[in-house]
């Protein structure tokens, strides 16, 4: 068993109208520090050792308008299994806490995107009630040395960890890279357009009366 750490700090008081939240995790596999912005411009910074990974990251900020920071480390002398599933892990952690009691927001989110000859879709929704289905076939390949199958659990990872309902398609396509690329933008607009904030929204969008 990992010994673990984790420390979460919320919104600063002297930037009350950013939606701010950064989170640490630290175990004997992975040593992260991870800062996010709601109410960004799309820019993401970060260097993990795995280069198509923050690239795939890169587009994810950039589509969802967030600013997304990273700094660490992880065992990617094994493989990048652990560092891909725990930065799913403390984004969706830092998506909770910036997102405090969700009032004003969308809480639904949707998009297509294609990628020349890929189309993908998502759809989500910010409701607390983690799940994720991931409809996207492609062989257990590689893109450069990145694991496609890893794009799973970094998806799982958030979503269970954001306490996301997730729905990710693939309708065709053939190119990895491409198929990938269509995928990440999909879940960074569509979860872009969930944190949007409604100021028709009163509280919660949701009858109960919270998320």
Do not use: W
């Amino acid at each position: 068993m990992s010994a673990r750490k984790r420390s979460v700090k919320p919104t600063p008081k002297n930037a009350p109208l950013t939606r701010f939240a950064e989170v640490v995790r630290e175990t004997k596999e992975t040593q992260l520090r991870l800062r996010l912005n709601l109410d960004g411009e799309g820019k993401y910074q970060g260097t993990l050792g795995i280069p198509f990974f923050e690239h795939m990251l890169d587009l994810f900020a950039r589509h969802a308008l967030i600013d997304l920071e990273i700094e660490g480390k992880g065992d990617i002398h094994v493989d990048a299994h652990h560092t891909v599933e725990d930065v799913g892990i403390v984004l969706g952690q830092a998506l909770r806490v910036a997102l405090t009691d969700k009032s004003g927001i969308e809480r639904y989110g949707e998009a297509y995107v294609p990628m020349e000859e890929s189309l993908a879709r998502c759809v989500l929704d910010l409701c607390n009630r983690p799940y994720l289905r991931y409809e996207v076939p492609v062989p257990k390949s590689k893109v450069g040395t990145f694991d496609v199958e890893l794009a799973e659990e970094f998806f799982r990872a958030l979503a269970m960890n954001g306490g996301i309902t997730m729905h990710v398609q693939l309708f065709y396509g053939s190119n990895l890279h491409h198929i990938l690329e269509a995928v990440f933008k999909a879940v960074g607009r569509a979860l872009g357009k969930a944190v949007g904030i409604n100021p028709r929204i009163r509280g919660v969008l949701s009858t109960k009366g919270l998320l």
